[in-house]
């Protein structure tokens, strides 16, 4: 094992603990639930093998779900954040290419870039979530304000994150 990967591990749990301990209580007006975990398939180095990819999102979601209660929906929504994310990767590659072991985040790609990147992926794993959770479309309103109002709560504390990480790293 080599330190990339007993770093990614450790992220792992620290994200896992981070969504089971603190983000599970924290929602806003009942509508706005924070699902910093999905972060952690979003940050992994661009060049993951997307098999090792999907499997590291399957877990991270199945382990979410045994404490949610939830019969498999954060694996699912996870895995095909996970599944996608190398294809969004592909469409929004910079005119330069992606430097070798980094990773997409905001403090080597700047705001604007990270913000296209991970917007809709973070938005496609809530609508999933949110929308297999109601059994389909029948409250499609109120499922939908759930996904805008999540996506924006989830979004702000990812990148105060990002930003907090990046500050003190320089």
Same mark, same amino acid.
């Given at each position: 094992?080599?330190?990339?990967?007993?770093?990614?591990?450790?992220? $792992?749990?620290?994200? !896992?603990?981070?969504?089971?301990?603190?983000?599970?209580?924290?929602?806003?007006?009942?509508?706005?639930?924070?699902?910093?975990?999905?972060?952690?398939?979003?940050?992994?180095?661009?060049?993951?093998?997307?098999?090792?990819?999907?499997?590291?999102?399957?877990?991270?979601?199945?382990?979410?779900?045994?404490?949610?209660?939830?019969?498999?929906?954060?694996?699912?929504?996870?895995? !095909?954040?996970?599944?996608?994310?190398?294809?969004?990767?592909?469409?929004?590659?910079?005119?330069?290419?992606?430097?070798?072991?980094?990773?997409?985040?905001?403090?080597?790609?700047?705001?604007?870039?990270?913000?296209?990147?991970?917007?809709?992926?973070?938005?496609?794993?809530?609508?999933?979530?949110?929308?297999?959770?109601?059994?389909?479309?029948?409250?499609?309103?109120?499922?939908?304000?759930?996904?805008?109002?999540? !996506?924006? $709560?989830?979004?702000?504390?990812?990148?105060?994150?990002?930003? $907090?990480?990046?500050?003190?790293?320089?």
């Amino acid at each position: 094992m080599n330190r990339e990967t007993i770093l990614h591990s450790l992220y $792992f749990v620290l994200y !896992l603990l981070a969504q089971v301990m603190l983000f599970r209580q924290l929602v806003l007006f009942d509508t706005a639930f924070c699902f910093l975990y999905v972060a952690f398939i979003l940050l992994l180095p661009i060049e993951t093998n997307p098999i090792i990819l999907m499997f590291t999102g399957f877990l991270l979601g199945f382990f979410i779900d045994i404490f949610y209660d939830s019969l498999g929906l954060h694996a699912l929504s996870l895995v !095909l954040v996970a599944y996608l994310r190398n294809y969004w990767l592909a469409t929004i590659t910079p005119q330069g290419g992606y430097d070798a072991g980094q990773g997409p985040t905001l403090a080597v790609n700047g705001l604007q870039w990270f913000m296209v990147y991970s917007i809709p992926l973070v938005f496609v794993h809530h609508a999933v979530l949110f929308f297999a959770e109601a059994g389909g479309f029948g409250i499609f309103w109120f499922t939908m304000s759930k996904v805008m109002t999540s !996506l924006l $709560f989830t979004m702000t504390v990812i990148l105060l994150f990002q930003y $907090f990480s990046f500050r003190r790293r320089r």
